[in-house]
T-cell receptor, first 113, second 114 residues
Framework: DAGVIQSPRHEVTEMGQEVTLRCKPISGHNSLFWYRQTMMRGLELLIYFNNNVPIDDSGMPEDRFSAKMPNASFSTLKIQPSEPRDSAVYFC???????????FGNGTRLTVT | AQSVTQPDIHITVSEGASLELRCNYSYGATPYLFWYVQSPGQGLQLLLKYFSGDTLVQGIKGFEAEFKRSQSSFNLRKPSVHWSDAAEYFCAVGAADSNYQLIWGAGTKLIIKP
């Protein structure tokens, strides 16, 4: 089991650019989560998918953020256009069901200059 | 309001000493309780969980936690810490009906003195 795989590990971009973060969940897990971690706000749930369907995106900060899950083995989180305040570590996590313990990827550290 | 409080932002202990990290929660429903650990540059890893039954739960890496409903607490303990335990520890609570929404504590950073 390779665990949850995220790419890239680090992303540095300029304000206004589009950023795409990628996630491959653990095979057989039906639930996928995108989290953002910052010193100021801690861990924030951005969006939750169940069986590839977005169930709750109330945590997505604004329309600049979008997430997709075209199949059970892949998800993306896109920020367009990016802003310096989007700088954070973005985690993808998966679980067997919505209430099961989470398995986190190693995160993508995003820096927007 | 639902919340999780980890009152200690940092804790420093000597290697070999015992450890207790505090977690208090406010939650309207029957809670599921979790402790996760985050090493630098890595994602969070589940240490242990409480769903029901025995209120003293054992986890990985020699950790245990005790659920005390009367005190709304779920403190994490380890009898003897190792330098490799230096990390940040997060307590989280969720609903017992498979609600995906976890309420996270702010984390406690554990520093180990040699």
């Amino acid at each position: 089991d390779a665990g949850v795989i995220q790419s890239p590990r680090h992303e540095v971009t300029e304000m206004g650019q589009e950023v795409t973060l990628r996630c491959k969940p653990i095979s057989g897990h039906n639930s996928l989560f995108w989290y953002r971690q910052t010193m100021m706000r801690g861990l924030e749930l951005l969006i939750y998918f169940n069986n590839n369907v977005p169930i709750d995106d109330s945590g997505m900060p604004e329309d600049r953020f979008s997430a997709k899950m075209p199949n059970a083995s892949f998800s993306t989180l896109k920020i367009q256009p990016s802003e310096p305040r989007d700088s954070a570590v973005y985690f993808c996590a998966s679980s067997r069901t919505g209430g099961s313990p989470l398995h986190f990827g190693n995160g993508t550290r995003l820096t927007v200059t | 309001a639902q919340s999780v409080t980890q009152p200690d932002i940092h804790i420093t202990v000597s290697e070999g000493a015992s450890l207790e990290l505090r977690c208090n929660y406010s939650y309207g429903a029957t809670p599921y309780l979790f402790w996760y650990v985050q090493s630098p540059g890595q994602g969070l890893q589940l240490l242990l969980k409480y769903f029901s039954g025995d209120t003293l739960v054992q986890g990985i890496k020699g950790f245990e936690a005790e659920f005390k409903r009367s005190q709304s607490s779920f403190n994490l303990r380890k009898p003897s810490v190792h330098w490799s335990d230096a990390a940040e520890y997060f307590c989280a609570v969720g609903a017992a009906d498979s609600n995906y929404q976890l309420i996270w504590g702010a984390g406690t950073k554990l520093i180990i003195k040699p």
